[in-house]
T-cell receptor, first 110, second 112 residues
């Protein structure tokens, strides 16, 4: 089992709709969770971090964490074409290293 | 603006010709990381430094070396690049806690 799993997509969402990205992780002791956005040919950009169960909102982005289910998600409201990118879920595992999922490619259709 | 800077942004080298990539940061973060990312893959951690303490990933090839002469700078040396080393090389920094990592723009390495 991979440490961090994401559906690779592609996920296609119409403009203005809610995009929902999901991630599961295997290390039950993980405490820190991150979402990165990566445009093609560019470096990852940190867009959300979440450390405790529940929801965390920042503008159009909401991160959700459920440690009991070992599940973290990212919701993007009012999706825009500029949100089209690969979204990487990342988890701090043992030895304080960041473990990335394979990423979900998101396409927002105008 | 505080940031992570990588130079050069694009590097072309010949098979077997040593190359050095550089990273600098103005965030005053303790921890610096080097990642390799190939197309459609997640970033793969090569090394990281907690301050001056060097940590090498078990599967990082011996061909890759790193130096951190001071808090602000870190270098990645590839002693004898092979075709399989063509990739994006990403530098990232973080504090010790929380470990939010901030990436530089990357260096795209081409090996001919």
């Amino acid at each position: 089992q991979k440490e961090v799993e994401q559906n690779s997509g592609p996920l296609s969402v119409p403009e203005g709709a809610i995009a929902s990205l999901n991630c599961t992780y295997s290390d039950r002791g993980s405490q820190s969770f991150f979402w990165y956005r990566q445009y093609s040919g560019k470096s990852p950009e940190l867009i959300m971090s979440i450390y405790s169960n529940g929801d965390k909102e920042d503008g159009r982005f909401t991160a959700q964490l459920n440690k009991a289910s070992q599940y973290v998600s990212l919701l993007i409201r009012d999706s825009q074409p500029s949100d089209s990118a690969t979204y990487l879920c990342a988890v701090i595992a043992g030895a304080q290293k960041l473990v990335f999922g394979q990423g979900t490619r998101l396409t927002i259709n105008p | 603006d505080a940031m992570v800077i990588q130079n050069p942004r694009y590097q072309v080298t010949q098979f077997g010709k040593p190359v050095t990539l550089s990273c600098s940061q103005t965030l005053n973060h303790n921890v610096m990381y080097w990642y390799q990312q190939k197309s459609s893959q997640a970033p793969k951690l090569l090394f990281h430094y907690y301050d001056k303490d060097f940590n090498n990933e078990a599967d990082t090839p011996d061909n890759f070396q790193s130096r951190r002469p001071n808090t602000s700078f870190c270098f990645l040396d590839i002693r004898s690049p092979g075709l399989g080393d063509a990739a994006m090389y990403l530098c990232a920094t973080s504090r010790r806690d929380p470990y939010e990592q901030y990436f530089g723009p990357g260096t795209r390495l081409t090996v001919t």
